[in-house]
């Protein structure tokens, strides 16, 4: 393992959001199934105090975790010099495959749990007698399996680096020797239209359910969403990449997120939409309709300016490289 700063950063935030999740997870399982509150008994007073105790820490650890999905990034990025070889991510990933890209992978998935347990959760502390309690609680146990996980992964790509040669993105990329490289190693415009098409879905389905939250649109725009992160990615690596990096030939989604910050800021903003349009999507409606409604409206009027914002700047950079 090379050790830095980043790197020591990274596994100490890592270690206290585990530290946390872990006994949240057994304390919660316990108190949810004795959770009456409508008993007004001693012991659930004092289970109350078990609660919001752990409630606050779970808030604060995944709040952390969420922060690490851009530090993830940054700290292999700070690596690229002590790997002979590496000339992007690509080969810090090809250290440890496949379970480096698993690692990275999961960092545009598990923050789906994540956001939406924190979303949950304020949406019940909105609702005096908080009907989700119970649901966030037993919430706490795959969520800990997820940390749990992540954190291996994270853990075991961070100890496998180290200063031994590597093959570069070109060789994994540009020579495709199986199936799915050669898969995405066209230069097929497909993806990138269909991420516009999609990302324009999003928005327009967005700004219906904040007016009309009917399950069917909700339904909708989840399905948009959650697509939509995935053919950004090929996107970017299949038709952006060569044009934005003046390599006709060259596809590598590393490569041109590390080209100048603004790629990586708009790709954030885009998938920070995605996010944010999927669990306002999966946002429970059974309560008081004017809390329901007021954050539904907050969630889906940051992914629409956020998906928005970032679109716009993919574009503008785009459109002053075609000139």
């Not at 289970?47 to 820490?57: A, F, P, Q």
């Not at 516009?196 to 725009?221: K, S």
């Amino acid at each position: 393992m090379v050790i830095s700063g980043l790197t020591v950063t990274y596994l100490l935030i890592s270690v206290l959001t585990l530290v946390v999740a872990i006994p949240a997870a057994v304390v919660a399982f316990v108190v949810a199934r004795h959770w009456r509150p409508e008993s007004g008994l001693e012991q659930q007073h004092q289970l109350e105090r078990w609660v919001y105790l752990v409630i606050t820490l779970v808030a604060l650890g995944l709040s952390l975790r969420l922060g690490l999905v851009p530090l993830w990034f940054l700290t292999l990025w700070s690596l690229i010099s002590y790997v002979p070889g590496a000339m992007c991510l690509a080969g810090m990933h090809m250290l440890y495959p496949p379970w480096s890209f698993v690692a990275s992978a999961l960092k545009f998935v598990v923050p789906l749990m994540y956001g939406y347990w924190l979303v949950l959760n304020a949406l019940d502390r909105k609702i005096e007698s908080q009907p989700f309690m119970r649901r966030k609680l037993f919430l706490q146990a795959p969520i800990a399996l997820l940390v749990l996980v992540e954190s291996s992964l994270d853990f075991r790509v961070l100890a496998a680096v180290e200063p031994r040669s590597v093959s570069c993105c070109t060789s994994l990329f540009d020579m495709p020797t199986t199936a799915v490289t050669k898969a995405i190693s066209s230069s097929t415009p497909v993806w990138a239209w269909t991420f516009v098409v999609l990302a324009l879905a999003v928005i327009a389905l967005a700004l219906v359910v904040r007016r009309m939250p009917a399950i069917p649109l909700r339904a909708a725009l989840v399905v948009a969403a959650a697509a939509t992160l995935p053919i950004y990615i090929l996107a970017l690596h299949t038709k952006l990449s060569p044009l934005l990096l003046h390599a006709p030939f060259h596809h590598c989604v590393f490569c041109v997120m590390q080209m100048s910050v603004d790629i990586p800021v708009a790709s954030g903003l885009i998938i920070s939409g995605c996010w944010l349009s999927f669990v306002a999507g999966v946002l429970p409606s059974g309560v008081e309709q004017d809390v329901y409604r007021g954050l539904l409206d907050k969630l889906l009027r940051l992914s629409v300016g956020t998906l928005a914002v970032g679109g716009i700047m993919l574009a503008v950079r785009v459109f002053v490289t075609v000139l």
